[in-house]
């Protein structure tokens, strides 16, 4: 995640002159903690790894590594990923299936 922060920091720099009103790149510090109802999982035979869903996460939850990785201790499960998919490669899975060995 910290690569993601810093990322995004040089590209504000790189931004502030053609920019109007308020405007964040701020990547959430806070975890998630027990309220999330359902986690993305991505299925990664038929994720391309386009990277789309990383740009669109709104906290900066999700990287483009070898695989795209999600980090669940940020992730708040607001489903943008899965809706930008292009291939539907991301799947919304309830976190109580998740943690009783489901998807």
Avoid at 14 to 40: C, F, H, N, Q
Avoid at 48 to 72: F, L, Q, S, V, W
Avoid at 74 to 96: F, H, M, S, T, W
Wanted: aromatic share 6%.
């Amino acid at each position: 995640m910290q690569k993601l922060v810093e990322e995004r920091m040089k590209k504000q720099e790189s931004m502030k002159k053609g920019l109007k009103g308020p405007y964040s790149v701020k990547i959430a510090d806070d975890y998630t903690g027990i309220w999330r109802k359902e986690r993305p999982v991505i299925n990664h035979e038929l994720c391309i790894k386009c990277n789309i869903c990383a740009i669109y996460c709104p906290i900066g939850a999700i990287e483009k590594n070898e695989t795209m990785d999600i980090d669940y201790d940020y992730c708040k499960g607001c489903a943008i990923c899965e809706e930008v998919c292009p291939k539907n490669a991301i799947e919304l899975v309830d976190e109580k299936n998740f943690e009783e060995g489901g998807k």
